[in-house]
């Protein structure tokens, strides 16, 4: 299983689960994808401080803290959002919606100038 495996489940999950729970007793059911997340246990994971730091600077709002997204759990709580169920919501920043920012293309580009075995 790859790392991108997990998410679809999950979302499948929360669409099918969502539909029976939701028609039949009226309780939403949705996921959250949040952007990376410096945790003990996400420590472990080579790499994460390079991702980290790229999901940030790709972010136009940058990454969501583990606060700001447990804040954004509580909203779902509301009554406001009552009409809201089997959706993936991204808490990410906007990177999620990203492609290449013309600040990455720099960056990128310059890197590639480096290279001379292409």
């Known amino acids: ?3 991108a495996t997990p998410r679809p489940c999950l979302e499948s999950i929360a669409r099918s689960f969502g539909y029976i729970y939701g028609r039949d007793k009226k309780i939403r059911i949705n996921t959250i994808s949040q952007s990376p997340t410096l945790t003990t246990a996400g420590s472990g994971i ?4 390079t991702l980290f730091d790229f999901t940030n600077r ?3 709002l940058g990454n969501a803290s583990a ?3 447990a804040n ?3 909203t779902l ?3 406001l959002t009552k009409k809201v169920t089997m959706q993936n919501l991204y808490h990410d920043g906007g990177f999620s919606s990203m492609a290449m920012s013309q600040r990455a293309i720099s960056q990128y580009t310059k890197a590639l100038e480096s290279v001379t075995d292409l």
């Open 1 to 3: 299983m790859t790392w």
């Open 46 to 49: 080579k790499g994460i401080d």
């Open 58 to 60: 790709m972010s136009p």
């Open 67 to 69: 606060e700001d997204c």
């Open 72 to 74: 954004y759990c509580i």
């Open 77 to 79: 709580f509301s009554d």
